[in-house]
């Protein structure tokens, strides 16, 4: 079966065809052959010239007359065919061929004198003939080979205009030609086509609102362009497109808006060549933006630097912190706010620092207005201050200015400032909030990034830190001071009962002299009586120093029993009766005779009872005291109290502290170990114990203890309330 030749694919000739080829000449070639060649020539005379003479032998019967009709028109073939040669080759034949075959005598070369002049015409007009026909052979040869160069040029010049239209359609730039001031589209390519959104533009004109050059529409750009004549270039120029969702896109582009201009120089349109350069422009603007973020990295480190300084070269933390805040300002910030915490737990603006002179009126204001924890959680450092993070506001309009103040007056003093960009940051170590450091740009034209934010942390970070460290030095130094003032207390309490013993002692050795045999049982019992009187106080100082040492070190251990409060309250009362007497105090115990019976250690409850009976003598005024108990199904308090000289409400938070004292060390003794031993013991029984006071009023003091201990017993880690 024969394959079938899709005709798609070019024919190829098979093998006898291929041997054949050279057997079937090309007609073309022949015939240039046959016009050209010398054999050609000749051969086409010498046909032309037989083909004559047959026909005139044939036909001379009808036509005897004009025995030279046909050899005009071989001679008019061979001239026309093949030029002067052959034309006077068939002339020649013609002559002979006509005076032999057809002038008399015939098939003779004889001539009559008629006849040489009627050869000699027929040579003649043969030859007019020939030239005729070789120029008009000449002049239609040039002809055809000028219109063959014609045809040649115009198909190289369509060839040309093909692939310039080609190279402009696929030029990897926008390239169009506008005509006349209407800016009719003469050509268009296809990136230009598209960029435009739309396939046909030719002939219409270029659209105003479509692309803006710049900040200035196309169109005006153009418009100036063919008015004037100058031509618009650009580097790098943006163009903003409307997109169908209305968004504006932006490409950066090298553009020339060129002129052109008709036979009269007069401009009659314009070419616009344009070159998509965003790639570039954008990867500009990165290296521009990390140049940026270089320069900014290498400037915080300074300013890093230079803050570390500041933090560490003083430990007063306020005038620490104003230092800062003036360092930020200009570096950072056009404004910084520094809030800090106060110990009553409110806050209080220490500094507002501001980059311009003439704001300082404002920054007088400014500093007026406290966070407001509880009255304004949109205020953004009050918002940090509770979030306990950071908070960055990249943009803050008026609106919101206002939204966020406290009053009006507040939003209009912030309006003043020029608020634009804005960080709080929190100053938070260990836990511990310190107050709020805040920063915003107004006239310098900011705008913060996360970059700023990262920063402020770090700079709020250390800043917290210096104010952490200055607070621990003072805390330290506050301790050195306590230890010092506890230590002379200290030695005075415990020579205070020694002095009086020795006394008695440096008495009873004379007494002794005095009376060596019999000395009177009064005399001594009233010396020792006073001499143990001292030393129990002394044991009870010690006893109390080595309590506090055993809840320092975790080793103070409860041994829980059935225990009767109201007995106890009872014992421990009558045993004090007399010591309140000699005050001018009287002790009354009111309830806790119903057995009011819980699991606790009896000697540190006797112990906790002791100390408060004690106090109440020693602060009592020698007002009358009242013991009293309550008595609940799971819990028992007592409250002892008195009428004496009270307690400032300004120490009542610490009084529970290690070694804190109300009273001045003039007038009153005592180590301040006391309620910090109270405390301990009540909480380390499941308790509380609290007090409430009036200066010169008198004190109540109130311990609450659960009669089945739950908690478990660990006093080592304790703090003061
Ligand atoms: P001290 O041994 O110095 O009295 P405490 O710890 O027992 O130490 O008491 C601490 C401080 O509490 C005292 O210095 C005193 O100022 C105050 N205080 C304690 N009890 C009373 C009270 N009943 N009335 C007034 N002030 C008291």
């Not at 080979?145 to 014609?150: A, G, Q, V, Y």
């Not at 230079?306 to 230092?323: F, I, K």
């Not at 031993?677 to 109540?700: C, D, K, N, P, Y």
Request: proline letters at 5%; one cysteine or more; a neutral charge.
């Amino acid at each position: 079966m024969p394959t079938p030749v899709s005709h798609l694919e070019p024919t190829r000739p098979s093998g006898a065809m291929r041997a054949l080829a050279p057997l079937s000449p090309d007609p073309r070639k022949a015939w240039s052959w046959l016009q050209r060649s010398w054999l050609g020539r000749y051969g086409v005379a010498l046909l032309f010239f037989c083909f004559a003479l047959l026909l005139q032998l044939e036909l001379w019967p009808l036509m005897s007359t004009s025995p030279f009709l046909f050899f005009y028109g071989a001679v008019m073939v061979a001239g026309w065919w093949g030029g002067w040669g052959p034309s006077l080759l068939v002339t020649t034949l013609s002559l002979v061929a006509v005076d032999h075959y057809f002038l008399p005598p015939r098939l003779t070369l004889q001539m009559r004198s008629a006849d040489v002049l009627a050869l000699g015409i027929f040579a003649l007009l043969a030859i007019f003939i020939t030239k005729l026909n070789v120029s008009l052979s000449r002049a239609l040869e040039e002809r055809a080979s000028l219109l063959e160069r014609e045809h040649q040029a115009r198909a190289a010049s369509e060839a040309a205009r093909t692939r310039l239209h080609t190279i402009f359609m696929q030029a990897p730039a926008q390239i169009f030609f506008l005509r006349g001031a209407s800016h009719d589209f003469d050509f268009s390519n296809a990136r230009n086509s598209s960029m435009l959104k739309s396939r046909d533009t030719l002939g219409k004109p270029f659209q105003s609102g479509v692309v803006k050059v710049g900040e200035e529409d196309a169109r005006d750009v153009l418009d100036r362009v063919y008015t004037t004549g100058e031509p618009f270039v650009s580097g790098a120029v943006p163009l903003r497109f409307l997109q169908a969702d209305g968004m504006e896109k932006e490409t950066f582009h090298n553009l020339v808006y060129q002129p052109t201009r008709d036979a009269q120089g007069q401009v009659d349109g314009i070419a616009g060549f344009g070159f998509d350069v965003t790639d570039l422009v954008h990867a500009r603007q990165r290296a521009e933006a990390l140049a940026t973020e270089l320069r900014q990295a290498e400037f915080r480190t300074r300013v890093l630097a230079e803050v570390s300084t500041v933090l560490a070269s003083s430990l007063d933390y306020e005038g620490t912190m104003r230092n800062l805040a003036r360092l930020v300002v200009p570096a950072l910030a056009d404004w910084c706010f520094v809030d800090l915490a106060q110990p009553d737990g409110t806050f209080r603006r220490l500094e507002v620092a501001h980059a311009r002179p003439e704001d300082a009126p404002i920054a007088a204001e400014v500093l007026h207005f406290n966070l407001m924890p509880e009255g304004n959680p949109r205020h953004p450092p009050t918002a940090a201050l509770l979030r306990g993070e950071a908070i960055l506001l990249e943009e803050m309009t008026p609106a919101h200015i206002k939204r966020s103040a406290h009053n009006e007056n507040h939003a209009r003093v912030m309006l003043a400032t020029g608020l634009r960009s804005f960080i709080a940051v929190p100053l938070v170590v260990r836990g511990h909030t310190m107050g709020v450091f805040s920063f915003f740009t107004s006239f310098s034209n900011r705008r913060y990034t996360q970059a700023d934010l990262a920063f402020g942390l770090e700079l709020a970070y250390r800043a917290a830190l210096s104010m952490e460290n200055a607070r621990l030095y003072r805390e330290a130094q506050e301790a050195i001071r306590l230890r010092d003032e506890f230590l002379s207390i200290a030695s005075h309490e415990l020579k205070t009962p020694l002095t009086p013993l020795s006394l008695k002692l440096q008495a009873l050795s004379r007494e002794l002299e005095r009376h060596p045999d019999n000395i009177p049982y009064a005399l001594v019992k009233g010396y020792v009586d006073t001499g143990a009187r001292q030393v129990k106080k002394l044991a009870e100082l010690v006893g109390d120093l080595l309590d506090v040492s055993r809840i320092a070190a975790g080793r103070l251990a409860l041994e829980l029993e059935d225990v009767d409060l109201g007995a106890l309250i009872h014992e421990v009362a009558s045993r004090y009766e007399a010591h309140a007497a000699r005050s001018g105090s009287s002790l009354q115990v009111e309830g806790g005779e119903a057995g009011l019976v819980g699991r606790w250690d009896r000697l540190r409850l006797e112990q906790v009872v002791t100390n408060l009976i004690d106090n109440a003598v020693k602060y009592g005024a020698g007002k009358p005291i009242v013991l009293s108990l309550e008595q609940g199904p799971s819990r028992a308090r007592l409250k002892v109290r008195d009428q004496g000289i009270g307690i400032a409400p300004e120490h009542l938070p610490r009084l529970f502290g290690r070694f804190e004292r109300a009273v001045s060390e003039r007038h009153y003794g005592g180590l301040g170990l006391g309620l910090y031993i109270t405390r301990t013991l009540v909480e380390a029984m499941g308790g509380r114990v609290r007090v409430e006071s009036e200066q010169g009023r008198g004190s109540i003091f109130t311990v609450d203890l659960p009669r089945e201990r739950v908690v478990p017993v660990d006093v080592s880690a304790s703090q003061p309330q």
